[in-house]
């Protein structure tokens, strides 16, 4: 049995925790592309690519940022999930970390390169310690979020 209303409500905690952990600054992981990379890596098919646009759009006026730069940035890493899900559900909690950390260094690569043509300065060098405890964080997303994948039978 699918349950949308799970995925549609950690969506929500997602922009939550964003909203709530926005005064940590740069130690403040990407709560929303850690929820979108679960479910892609877990059941790809209840993300569409439009619904990944749309939490990147939600993202952007969360956290200020110009609109359409993480709904870009997020597209493209999600869909690069999303066909690499089937090897990256056999990997190891710890690799999995290492390959979100890789996945949130080409976000942060991405946007600082689209905020350096568009001449806003709006991110810096620091941005990469958002990959770094995201990466850290990544266990406890997985975790938990299995948990209740498994406890509402979401496959």
């Known amino acids: 049995m699918n349950n949308p209303l799970v995925i549609i409500l950690s969506t929500f905690i997602s922009v939550i925790l964003t909203i709530s952990t926005f005064p ?4 403040s992981p990407d709560w929303m592309l850690l929820i ?4 892609m890596i ?3 098919s209840m993300y569409s690519l439009y619904t ?3 939490i ?3 993202a952007d006026v969360t956290v ?3 609109l359409g730069m993480n709904a870009l940035v997020y597209i493209f890493l999600s869909f690069i999930v999303r066909e690499l899900h089937k090897s990256l559900r056999y990997f190891t909690i710890i690799q999995q970390s290492i390959i979100i950390l890789i996945v949130f ?3 942060v690569t991405f946007l600082m390169w689209i905020d350096s043509l568009l001449g806003s300065e709006i991110f810096n060098i620091d941005m990469y310690f958002v990959a770094l405890s995201s990466a850290l964080l990544w266990p406890a997303v997985f975790y938990s979020l299995r ?3 498994r406890r509402y039978n979401i496959a």
């Open 24 to 27: 940590l600054g740069y130690l």
């Open 64 to 66: 200020g940022s110009i």
């Open 147 to 149: 948990y209740f994948r």
């Open 52 to 54: 990944v646009w749309l």
């Open 105 to 107: 260094l080409i976000k």
């Open 36 to 39: 979108i990379l679960y479910w």
């Open 56 to 58: 990147g759009i939600i």
């Open 42 to 44: 877990a059941v790809p």
